[in-house]
């Protein structure tokens, strides 16, 4: 039991720390968006409270839940706020995607802009092959409250090398191996949304062909970096 609390701990800490992240990069405002992670090895995760502001989140603040949504019982002590209203998405995908360690949803401007259109961001610059594989899809519309979105989710990304979906008429939900990758995926989802638009008020961006997508990501994803 204390490696599971000193696990809990650690998480709290990162998930919170996280969501500092979101606010540096202009992904939120108010309360909206979060950061969760899964507790490796449990079934558990942790995830930013609901409507409670970003300078008064601290790691005692996230909530632990099960893979369905439910505020956990244990020595770690939950502290006296529901979990964030998006919890049962986050959770849906932990039940599905077990290769998932990280989830985060935003209303970023640019990103949620092109989700209001319902539209796919084209992979037309070669950050976008490095990072998504390709386009950034458009997941289904659905209603905050169960596990629609979540369903909504997993149906996208399950066959997708993207670790982004627009959610449509709602805004960009992000995951990864880690918070930590997917608070990254949110970050470059929102760059290549403004970047595009951008391109698009100019002209008509030029396509990359597949090709040069599938080599860019292979050597990005294997290769790239230290």
Known sequence: MSNLLETIAQVRREVCELHAELTRYELVVWTAGNVSARIPGHDLMVIKPSGVSYADLTPESMVVTDL???PAEGEWG???FAPSSDTAAHAYVYRHMPEVGGVVHTHSTYATAWA???EAIPCVLTMMSDEFGGSIPVGPFALIGDDSIGQGIV?????????AVLMQ???PFTIGKDARSAVKAAVMCEEVARTVHISRQLGEPLPIDQDSIDSLYARYQNVYGQ
């Open 68 to 70: 369905y949504g439910t």
């Open 78 to 80: 939950n502290p006296p």
């Open 116 to 118: 209001a259109r319902g």
């Open 155 to 163: 149906e996208t990304l399950r066959n997708s090398t993207s670790p």
């Open 169 to 171: 008429n709602h805004g």
